[in-house]
């Protein structure tokens, strides 16, 4: 696509912040390679405006979907009529697609990302022992495709110690061979380590978590789209794990999600994810 038009479909993504979002830098590339004729615009909604501007946005008619960052994965389930089946298992969604009679339908695509995100290193989370630090809405998509992949055994830390246990009890019940328990914030003894809280976002943010030496682990993943390099990836990178940012989990999902948006179009770069380390 040269340019916008009147005839130009829309595309969101809604988060607050909104600044560190990477979605448009992947997305508007492979819609132009396909000769879509959308665009992906980012919409910084203040939280405490969010149930207020949501139907606004939902009544644009030239609006065909939303991307949902943070901190509305949860919230942004009551404008959904009906619910995807990852969506339904963990209780949040980051994507909404505009049906035909003009209601709303939620889905959740992090855990797919994450998976993309470590297909892009050469690392198969099967049998694996994975640490995940954060139980919210990406959290919470993560650990489901994690066991559903087949992981082992799964430790889940959040500051909300109930939280991560009832995120375990969910894992638990839609893969009951995955060992999943609330589990202290300690890399030894896991394979991989998934940090999906947004700490790493601000320049002075340092660690999620004291978190131990990292050089026992064989991959580290961190969410945060922004910075393309944060302090935990620098970390586990000079203790030798193989990192992926943010923008890998991002592109991970991006055709999946796209598909969803009824775009059905293959990758911009013939194929190849970036990986920002």
Same mark, same amino acid.
């Given at each position: 696509m040269d340019?916008?038009?009147?005839?130009?479909?829309l595309l969101g993504i809604v988060g607050d912040p909104i600044a560190q979002v990477g979605s448009p830098a992947i997305c508007n590339p492979h819609l132009a390679a396909a000769g879509i004729d959308a665009v992906l615009i980012p919409f910084h909604v203040p939280a405490a405006r969010f149930e207020a501007v949501l139907p606004g946005l939902l009544g644009l008619a030239n609006l065909d979907?939303?991307?949902?960052?943070?901190?509305?994965?949860?919230?942004?389930?009551?404008?959904?009529?009906? %619910?995807?089946?990852? !969506?339904?298992? +963990? @209780?949040? *969604?980051?994507?909404? =697609?505009r049906e035909a009679d003009g209601s709303w339908t939620a889905e959740m695509f992090d855990g797919a990302g994450?998976?993309?995100?470590?297909?892009?290193?050469?690392?198969?989370?099967?049998?694996r022992a994975v640490l995940l630090l954060g139980a919210g809405g990406a959290g919470a998509a993560i650990a489901v495709s994690l066991a559903r992949a087949g992981v082992a055994r799964l430790g889940i830390h959040d500051l909300d110690a109930a939280r991560a246990a009832a995120l375990a009890a969910r894992v638990m019940r839609h893969a009951?061979?995955?060992?999943?328990?609330?589990a202290a914030p300690i890399a030894a003894g896991?394979? %991989?380590?998934?940090? !999906?809280?947004? +700490? @790493?976002? *601000?320049?002075?943010? =340092?660690?999620?978590?004291?978190?131990?030496?990292?050089?026992?682990?064989?991959?580290?993943?961190?969410?945060?789209?922004?910075?393309?390099?944060?302090?935990?990836?620098?970390?586990?990178?000079?203790?030798?794990?193989?990192v992926a940012g943010g923008q890998a989990m991002i592109a991970g999902q991006a055709d999946a999600v796209l598909?969803?948006?009824?775009m059905p179009i293959g990758p911009a770069d013939g194929g190849a994810t970036p990986h920002p380390v």
């Open positions: 340019r916008i038009t009147g005839r130009t479909r979907g939303l991307l949902i960052t943070i901190p509305f994965k949860t919230r942004v389930l009551a404008y959904a009529a009906r %619910l995807g089946p990852v !969506a339904q298992a +963990v @209780g949040a *969604a980051n994507a909404l =697609r994450l998976l993309g995100a470590l297909a892009g290193l050469g690392i198969d989370p099967a049998g009951p061979g995955c060992a999943a328990e609330r896991y394979d %991989l380590l998934i940090n !999906a809280t947004p +700490v @790493g976002m *601000a320049a002075s943010d =340092r660690l999620p978590a004291a978190l131990g030496p990292l050089a026992g682990l064989q991959g580290v993943v961190d969410i945060v789209p922004y910075p393309p390099i944060t302090r935990l990836m620098e970390e586990a990178g000079a203790a030798g794990c193989r598909r969803f948006f009824g």
